[in-house]
């Protein structure tokens, strides 16, 4: 089991930026990656950022150079940094662990944290 919290979020204007944390239970050395996704109301959930424990990230294209995505393995957390925010990464973001183990995936989600940018 792997419980995650999720901190950061807020309201912002246009440009702004937040930081997103989440902190995991159990070590990310053990977790083989750890992401971001986001929802907005009335559209289903989607990748964001993730980050395997080899250190390799992933962006949706939406993201790319505005956000970045890095783990901090001593404190079991996960940030997201957003730059430059736009009214449209208006969502509520949830952080997730992926544990992999033989052909076991286990998937586990935090409760989410609402960010809104004014425009």
């Known amino acids: 089991q792997v419980q995650l919290a999720e901190s950061g979020g807020g309201l912002v204007q246009a440009g702004g930026s937040l930081r997103l944390s989440c902190a995991s239970s159990?070590?990310?050395?053990?977790?083989?990656?750890m992401g971001w996704y986001r929802q907005a109301p009335g559209k289903q959930r989607e990748l964001v950022a993730s980050?395997?424990?080899?250190?390799?990230?992933n962006y949706a294209d939406s993201v790319k150079g505005r956000f970045t995505i890095s783990r901090d393995n001593a404190k079991n957390t996960v940030y997201l940094q957003m730059n430059s925010l736009k009214p449209e990464d208006t969502a509520v973001y949830y952080c997730?662990?992926?544990?992999?183990?033989?052909?076991?995936?286990?998937?586990?989600w935090g409760q989410g944290t609402q960010v809104t940018v004014s425009s």
């Open positions: 980050i395997t424990s080899g250190i390799i990230t």
């Open positions: 159990r070590s990310i050395f053990s977790i083989s990656a």
């Open positions: 997730n662990a992926r544990t992999v183990w033989v052909k076991e995936v286990n998937d586990y």
